[in-house]
């Protein structure tokens, strides 16, 4: 069964600071991806990224940064350097081959105080 | 537009009523998915689809149809309409099962 848990329900952060969004998911698909969404005050879901299971390399995007680490299950989002436009819902989801479900976690409320 | 629309955005019915949510995308995506969100919950998956003609159940599929006869439109019917089904419906699409998902504006959907 495939299976993604965000455990932080809700983080408050004060302008500037770095904050990371943890990722833990179950699959027991040998090839599956994962993604990071961003939902924002006014409600639309916006891609941010997709890792496939054989790429275990960090990835970096601006103040943007994701750590895949397959021996800890996990797919951890950081934002450095954080600002309050950064304040949304963010989603992280998993898709396994074969499975074609598109599971989401139920969301990490982040909020960056000014 | 191109793009993948859903209707209508705002939607207040009556306990034990149908109700039918409508998702069209011009992409041409195979694969296309209804989810809710609801507080506390995240986005979970009410069924999805890989072709026309072709649908599975996903975590919460009861109390609710879905059909796909044209590859761009995955219509979710509530067949009964009950208060727990008040939430917010999210339709999506994907060119392949495991790339980026496209989600429609949203349905807000109260049930009174």
């Known amino acids: 069964a495939q299976k993604v848990t965000q455990a932080q329900t809700e983080i408050s952060v004060v302008e500037k600071e770095d904050v990371t969004l943890d990722c833990v998911y179950e699959?027991?698909?040998?090839?599956?991806?994962l993604f990071w969404y961003k939902q924002p005050p006014s409600g639309e879901l916006v891609f941010l990224i997709r890792r496939n299971s054989f790429d275990e390399q960090n990835e970096i995007s601006g103040r943007y940064s994701w750590n895949f680490q397959k021996s800890t299950s996990s797919f951890n989002f950081t934002i450095t350097a954080s600002q309050v436009v950064d304040s949304a819902v963010y989603f992280c989801a998993l898709s396994g081959v074969g499975t074609y479900k598109y599971i989401f976690g139920t969301g990490t409320r982040l909020k960056v105080l000014a | 537009d191109a793009g993948i629309t859903q209707s209508p955005r705002y939607k207040i019915t009556e306990t034990g009523r149908q109700v039918t949510l409508m998702c069209h995308q011009t992409?041409?995506?195979?694969?296309m998915f209804w989810y809710r969100q609801d507080l506390g919950h995240g986005l979970r998956l009410i069924y999805y689809?890989?072709?026309?003609?072709?649908?599975d159940k996903g975590e919460v599929p009861d109390g609710y149809v879905v059909s796909r006869s044209k590859t761009e439109n995955f219509p979710l019917t509530l067949e009964s309409a009950t208060r727990s089904q008040t939430s917010v419906y999210f339709c999506a699409s994907t060119r392949d099962s495991n790339t980026e998902a496209f989600f429609g504006q949203g349905t807000r959907l109260t049930v009174v």
């Open positions: 992409w041409s995506h195979s694969y």
């Open positions: 689809s890989a072709a026309a003609d072709i649908t």
């Open positions: 699959t027991r698909d040998t090839t599956y991806y």
